[in-house]
């Protein structure tokens, strides 16, 4: 049975359902779901994200949270954590990148829902001891310096249609034997309340429970046992309007056709992000350009570059411009921090 046929059935059984219970579904149904069958990066996957496109975003983010380490006493004890790794290629660079930081060794942690994913992890870091959890409250208690890149925008959203002073959820049903949206019943959502002051009749907002949740963990977590976090994706700080995207083969297709056979992603909402940290700090949401440019990518670039000609070389600075220019990720991708109420924040990041 394929996907949408599973889908179909529910919908007749249980009637029209969220996009949260749809995207939950497309994504990591453990047989037929998107990230449970396949290895989506690269260029012969679907998309390719920042540490797929270089050594050099890896590295950095190695460097700043080994950083933050040093700057919080270098606890002999600690965890290196990475939620929904992908291939584990960032965690390799990182892992490399700071090997040369005297008593950088850190208890190594994935946060992954894909098994298949799990043994692509296992792969890449064949040299490194690895355990995987499936929830932030099961990291152990120790100083936490994590890395999420593209990961939250994985996480299931609902959305809402403004209709006067309540809301209307889109929800999936069904029509002819397909998937389509539709409008649920006006309803107030104490969630959205805020929401009424800066929307209109007609708007749409998103909302994901639980971004919010693991950014709350995770706030708890730092502030608890001390670390820091980078939460880098796409999204901005405040979301409005339908960000819900599929991608199949780089290009992008409707949301509904191919569950489990098209990449689902929703842009991220900082500003809920932001609200949820507490009671740890979150630094200012800055541009991943910009971070990239502070922590030094530049240098590091013309470094590499000495070694490369011809066609690595016109390669390697495709990905410099691809990962900080303002038109292709740079600006697109935002990246925001959360440190410890007695520290200073992770490099690169403002307070
Ligand atoms: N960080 C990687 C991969 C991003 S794709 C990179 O930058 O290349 C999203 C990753 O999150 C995949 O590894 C996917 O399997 C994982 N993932 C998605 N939803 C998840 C969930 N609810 N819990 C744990 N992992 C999840």
Redesign the pocket.
């Known amino acids: 049975m394929s996907l949408t046929e599973l889908l179909l059935k529910r919908i007749a059984l249980e009637g029209p359902i969220s996009i949260a219970d749809y995207m939950t579904d497309a ?2 149904h453990p047989k037929l779901g998107y ?1 449970a069958t396949r290895d989506p ?1 690269g260029q012969t996957g679907d998309f390719i ?4 496109i270089s050594q050099m975003f890896g590295e950095l983010i190695g460097l700043s949270l080994a950083q933050c380490w040093q700057d919080q006493g270098a606890p002999k004890t600690f965890t290196l954590a990475e ?5 584990g ?2 965690m390799k660079d990182a892992l490399r990148a700071a090997s040369n930081v005297p008593g950088f060794k850190p208890d190594v942690v994935f ?4 098994a298949t ?1 799990r043994d692509v992890q296992r792969d890449t870091l064949s040299d490194v001891q690895i355990t995987w959890v499936n929830a932030i409250t099961d990291l152990p208690a120790q100083p936490l310096f994590l890395i999420a ?3 939250l925008d ?2 299931p959203i609902r959305q809402f249609q403004r209709a006067g002073p309540g809301w209307q959820e889109i929800r999936i049903g069904a029509e002819d034997d397909r998937l389509c949206f539709g409008l649920g019943q006006q309803q107030k959502q104490p969630s959205l309340q805020d929401r009424l002051e800066d929307t209109k009749d007609g708007d749409i907002v998103e909302h994901c429970a639980s971004a919010i949740q693991v950014t709350q963990q995770i706030s708890a977590h730092i502030a608890q046992h001390g670390g820091a976090a980078l939460l880098i994706d796409y999204g901005d700080w405040r979301s409005l309007g339908d960000t819900l995207q599929a991608l199949k083969d780089h290009k992008s297709v409707h949301p509904l056709t191919d569950p489990g056979d098209a990449d689902l992603t929703a842009h991220v909402d900082f500003e809920a992000i932001a609200n949820a940290v507490s009671p740890a700090k979150h630094t200012k949401l800055t541009p991943q350009g910009v971070f990239l440019e502070r922590l030094g990518i530049t240098h590091r670039a013309q470094a590499l570059a000495k070694h490369l000609t011809g066609d690595a070389l016109t390669a390697h600075i495709n990905a410099h411009r691809r990962l900080t220019h303002p038109s292709e990720m740079g600006n697109l991708f935002k990246v925001i921090g959360i440190y410890p109420d007695s520290h200073m924040p992770p490099p690169g990041l403002d307070p």
């Open positions: 994504l990591l990230y990066f994200t920042a540490p797929e939620l929904g790794p992908g291939r290629t960032l946060l992954e829902a894909s994913l890149n593209e990961f994985a996480l």
